[in-house]
């Protein structure tokens, strides 16, 4: 075996241990505000993209329409998130965060943002361009695969 297959190879494990790791961690981080994975992952969502309708948030998540309507209602019983409105089609219900209840509530994410800070620090600039390149293609890649999974339904 040569040295690149043995690097690919190694990558391919390292990249398996990682999402692992990952999902483990989402799981405690997620035990931490009382709610599920899947409950966080809309969390995230609203957080990153702004406010949602629940079939968006059903067709991100990969889930049923009742299990999104579980989703919301968790989020807004412990306070992270709310139902409202769509100012441009009232017909339309949003699904948003709630600042409030964010900020009364240990932040979990912290610790492991800063680690990660502390490691992209150590890198170049040219190391950092290649890692978001890296990263956006495996989101990309992670995603086409999730969508042809589920569609085996």
Known sequence: MGERDELTSRLQVLSEEEATQTALFQQVAAARYGLGVTDMKAL???????????????????????????VVDRLSAAGLARREHDPSDRRR??????????AEREDVYAGIGQAFQELYAGYTLDELRFLARHLERAVEITTEQTAIVAGRD
């Open 44 to 70: 995230s969502i609203l957080l990153r993209e702004g406010p949602q309708t629940a079939g968006a948030l059903l067709a991100r998540l990969h889930v049923t329409s009742g299990a999104v309507t579980g």
């Open 93 to 102: 219900v949003l699904v948003s965060v709630v600042p409030e209840g964010l």
